[in-house]
């Protein structure tokens, strides 16, 4: 950075992040030197969580709303530093935004035909494709497990990954679960919960929560052209996604 953009930095002392596109996840505002004034205006908006990493080491969140960055509010930031009491000095630290709404109509589908074993048609071979959605559900987690020291991560950044732990996990639920065609062809809703809640906990480690949408195979013409619809065994549960941060900010669909 060259010698204007040291000044203005010294002297802005407004901390916020709108949102450019569609698909970003995590914003990392930049500041010169990551110098912050103390009391400093930190803007956080709905679907939003930010965060005080400190050396490293995360700090203070901050949910929706208005705040002056002081020593009340930033207790973590406050004990890592040892700041005494009237502290109004400026501090370092990075802030993190996170985007805490729902990324939707994200794609998946099979490269090469799922071979499965069926009691009635013998070998099977199945195209699967569709949607899913997924949402930061700990930040924190996230952060560590994914983003690292990423200044700007979007969904581009984990589509591959989290398209691969879809395909990879779908076969294998597919053979083990035994299931006839017939019952696949009838019961997408059912087959997309079902699936959805096997895969979900590997979403939980990386702080993320899975929905499958919009779930299509690709069904041999002997079996499709049969108007079967048998309800799928076993009933897939609800799909309640833990370890999310407590907001009271609402989820964009």
């Not at 002392?13 to 569609?22: F, M």
């Not at 930049?30 to 110098?35: C, K, L, S, T, V």
């Not at 930031?77 to 990324?103: C, D, I, Q």
Request: glycine share 8%.
């Amino acid at each position: 950075m060259g010698l204007f953009d040291k000044l203005f930095g010294e002297f802005v002392d407004v901390i916020e992040w709108l949102e450019k596109s569609s698909n970003t996840m995590v914003y990392r505002f930049e500041r010169y030197g990551n110098e912050i004034k103390y009391g400093a205006k930190l803007t956080v908006r709905e679907s939003q969580v930010a965060l005080l990493v400190n050396e490293g080491k995360a700090a203070d969140f901050f949910e929706p709303g208005l705040y002056e960055l002081k020593t009340s509010n930033m207790p973590i930031m406050t004990t890592l530093e040892n700041w005494p009491h009237g502290f109004e000095s400026p501090f370092k630290a990075e802030v993190y935004f996170f985007n805490m709404r729902r990324f939707v109509d994200l794609k998946w589908g099979t490269k090469n035909p799922i071979m499965l074993r069926d009691k009635e048609f013998g070998a099977v071979r199945l195209r699967a494709f569709g949607s899913y959605c997924v949402r930061i559900s700990d930040p924190l987690t996230f952060l560590k497990e994914i983003t690292g020291t990423s200044g700007h991560f979007s969904t581009q950044d984990i589509s591959d990954q989290l398209r691969n732990l879809i395909l990879s996990r779908f076969a294998s639920i597919l053979g083990e679960s035994s299931i006839p065609v017939l019952d696949l062809a009838g019961n997408y809703d059912d087959l997309s919960d079902y699936v959805t809640a096997r895969i979900a906990p590997e979403f939980v480690a990386f702080g993320e929560s899975l929905f499958l949408r919009k779930l299509v195979l690709g069904i041999p013409a002997q079996a499709s052209s049969k108007n079967l619809t048998r309800p799928l065994m076993p009933p897939a549960a609800p799909i309640r996604p833990r370890h999310l941060v407590p907001t009271q900010q609402g989820v964009g669909t």
